[in-house]
């Protein structure tokens, strides 16, 4: 059955059997209607049409014997359960044909004519139904009409069609009916559920899995990326249905505008279910992942005796033709040379922006992915990507790291191993991060790169000012979302969890004159002011000596501010308070001048 698996399978009749009935029922209507003692007329015209609808189910118990591929079993069923109800009425009325004793008895079987009237329009919607059904198998899907079971919804029928076109239609009409499952599927959760339940998902991954041709496989693989959005059950469907490996077979071995479907339809399972990305994972979808994205690479600057960050990169790209188990694959490796010498550039960026893409999409809370990249050389090539290409295909990048860095901050042991400061592709990357941090000028590369840094706080010594700078720099940026991110970040600096807090906070204050570029990040009345307040009390209490908070007034400022924000923050209430007293006491005369806070 192509349909959503059954969970009791046992239980459930074999489509034959499920046709038998019917046809057996058929049979007794006609034996009755011809033993009718009444309206023998009407009871004949039944007959010559119950024995149609029997001829129809023969005919599709035929279809269904015969057939070498399977064919979906949900419409079929829909319309015989349809049809077994409608010859259930009609059994009850001939019934009543039959010559019954007694004057009571035959009141109470009497029909009209209307009632013969109701039964037949359902006989020969049955028909219809059937009709529609034989006419989709002998046309292979390209019917277009709308069954009677379909009258009240049309999109029921549209994807029944469709179905049956990807299960016996041709390459060129398997593609179109794929594309117009897609289409269906956009935009319309009610749609994309339908198309699970009525068996649509597994013949598109069988179409992409075939490929009998790339137009069907993008066809069938960007239907999946929109059946698939915003939809759990969908993502976990195709999971529990063995598609992750089939998918890093496509990714690994098909040209590059399927990679690039296939690629967006990694991202979008990935982006919905963690069980997804660690499937993905342990397919190792990540070896053809980091290999399509440094491909283009060239070996540069090269340095004696060392092997640059280029170089270590073309490696990459070159072990990513092999297979997992190291072996080359021939044949299929000089014949994707050869498709990409015909491959336009801006389809091989497209190719990197979606891969990178669906790297960040796995990296998200994925521990497999944080070991699978920082066990490799991934990293290394995130950081070369990062430092020589710019837009879509950066941001990508920078937000794949940004995840990874997010999963390293909940793991100490896995953080100190995989992002050890000598080590060069930790290196390379927290260049690269605090470069972005520095020069561009766009937030939406700025913030990823300032949450990252944020992240690895903890693995940065107290004497460390090339990592602070740049943070207390953008302090003052005038996106106050940077400003804000970046606050957050050096709250993880300075926050007591952090062993070094100490010399990070002299450093901000003392060394990088971080406190008036936060204090007029503080002037701001944004929704956001709460973490600058944060990590202006994290500095207080740190380094509450310092004649610079005398000098910018903090404490003025923070009982100022603390009241308004912790009625939104209570969590807060007990850090003013601490931040507070602490600059009281080595403040000459603020016991005198300051008012209760009421704290």
């Not at 990807?166 to 117009?180: M, N, S």
């Not at 929109?226 to 496509?250: E, K």
């Not at 290999?291 to 170089?311: C, E, K």
Request: positive net charge.
């Amino acid at each position: 059955m192509m349909g959503k698996p059954n969970p009791n399978p046992e239980e459930e009749k074999s489509l034959r059997e499920e046709l038998l009935g019917p046809i057996l029922l058929g049979e007794r209507i006609i034996k009755l209607a011809q033993e009718a003692e009444s309206s023998k007329v009407d009871c004949a015209e039944l007959a010559r049409k119950v024995q149609v609808v029997c001829d129809n189910l023969r005919s599709v118990v035929r279809v269904v014997s015969g057939s070498q591929c399977g064919v979906n079993e949900r419409p079929i069923r829909r319309i015989v359960g349809e049809v077994s109800k409608n010859l259930e009425r009609t059994v009850a009325l001939v019934r009543k044909c039959k010559k019954h004793g007694g004057v009571l008895r035959q009141v109470f079987s009497m029909t009209s004519t209307g009632d013969f009237r109701k039964v037949w329009n359902l006989l020969e919607s049955s028909s219809g139904d059937m009709e529609w059904l034989l006419s989709i198998f002998e046309s292979k899907g390209s019917n277009v009409s709308l069954p009677p079971i379909a009258s009240n919804d049309p999109i029921l029928a549209w994807v029944w069609t469709f179905i049956y076109t990807l299960q016996l239609g041709q390459p060129k009409d398997r593609a179109e009916a794929a594309t117009e499952l897609g289409s269906l599927a956009r935009d319309n959760d009610r749609t994309k559920f339908i198309i699970l339940e009525e068996g649509g998902v597994l013949p598109l991954l069988k179409l992409l899995k075939e490929g009998s041709s790339p137009d069907a496989q993008v066809a069938a693989s960007n239907a999946l990326v929109n059946i698939t959005t915003n939809q759990d059950r969908v993502v976990a469907f195709l999971v529990d249905s063995h598609a992750v490996p089939t998918l890093v077979q496509v990714l690994g071995d098909s040209p590059m505008r399927v990679r690039v479907s296939v690629a967006n339809l990694v991202s979008a399972m990935a982006e919905q279910c963690v069980v997804a990305r660690e499937e993905f994972v342990r397919a190792n979808v990540t070896r053809p992942l980091v290999s399509l994205l440094s491909m283009d690479t060239v070996l540069a600057d090269p340095m004696a005796g060392r092997a640059s960050l280029h170089s270590l990169v073309l490696n990459l790209s070159n072990a990513g033709d092999a297979t997992s188990d190291g072996s080359s694959r021939g044949s299929s490796h000089h014949r994707r040379d050869r498709e990409r010498e015909v491959e336009s550039p801006e389809l091989r960026y497209h190719v990197k922006v979606c891969c990178a893409k669906a790297l960040w999409k796995l990296s998200k809370g994925c521990l497999l992915t944080f070991k699978k990249i920082t066990e490799t050389k991934g990293l290394l090539c995130l950081a070369k990507i990062i430092e020589s290409e710019t837009g879509e295909l950066q941001l990508n990048c920078l937000m794949a790291v940004m995840e990874i860095a997010a999963v390293a901050e909940s793991n100490a042991d896995l953080r100190r191993a995989a992002f050890k400061r000598t080590a060069p592709a930790p290196k390379a990357v927290l260049d690269q991060l605090l470069r972005v941090v520095k020069e561009e000028t766009n937030p939406a590369l700025q913030i990823p790169a300032i949450k990252a840094i944020g992240s690895l706080a903890r693995n940065f010594s107290g004497k460390d000012p090339q990592v602070l700078a740049p943070l207390v720099a953008q302090l003052g940026n005038r996106d106050v979302d940077v400003a804000s991110e970046a606050a957050i970040a050096l709250g993880k600096f300075v926050c007591q969890e952090n062993y070094n807090y100490g010399d990070h906070s002299k450093a901000i204050v003392e060394e990088l004159d971080g406190i008036p570029k936060l204090m007029s990040l503080l002037q701001i009345n944004h929704r956001q002011q709460v973490h600058g307040l944060k990590l202006l009390c994290f500095l207080a209490i740190n380094v509450g000596n310092s004649k610079v908070l005398e000098q910018e007034r903090v404490l003025g400022t923070l009982e100022r501010l603390a009241r308004p924000v912790q009625s939104q923050h209570p969590e807060l209430k007990d850090l003013f308070a601490k931040a507070i007293h602490h600059l009281t006491l080595y403040q000459p005369g603020a016991q005198l001048h300051r008012q209760p806070l009421g704290l």
